[in-house]
């Protein structure tokens, strides 16, 4: 069973950084396909970056281009999400995912295994 655990979550005003973590455990995690993806009330969870596993190759959903960068350490089994020039329409609560299959993670409906998420909030 594989265990996602999400961290780097806080308040911070609009123009801040901040950057989340997901430490992976139970699992090859070398071989998921990795993402984030946000939630806010009343909401699906909605698409925001991935990862795959081998080429790290990287999509992110268009909102977010050149403001936030997904990477992964496959030796330290760790997931990021850099997020630079936050807005308040970012905030969120933020979960990681993990696909098992080499294939893309781009909606909720893919996504094999979830963290608890980290709530972010973004003051204007």
């Known amino acids: 069973q594989v265990q996602l655990v999400e961290s780097g979550g806080g308040l911070v005003q609009a123009g801040a950084s901040l950057t989340l973590s997901c430490s992976a455990s139970g699992g090859d995690f070398a071989k998921y396909n990795m993402g984030w993806f946000r939630r806010t009330p009343g909401k699906e969870r909605d698409f925001v970056a991935d990862?795959?596993?081998?080429?790290?190759?990287?999509t992110y959903t268009d909102s977010v281009k050149g403001r936030f960068t997904i990477s992964r350490d496959n030796a330290k089994n760790m997931l990021y999400l850099q997020m630079n020039s936050l807005k308040p329409e970012d905030a969120a609560v933020y979960y990681c995912a993990a696909r098992v299959l080499p294939t893309g993670l781009r909606h909720s409906s893919q996504v094999d295994y979830w963290g608890q998420g980290t709530q972010v909030t973004v003051s204007s």
């Open positions: 990862i795959t596993a081998v080429s790290f190759r990287t």
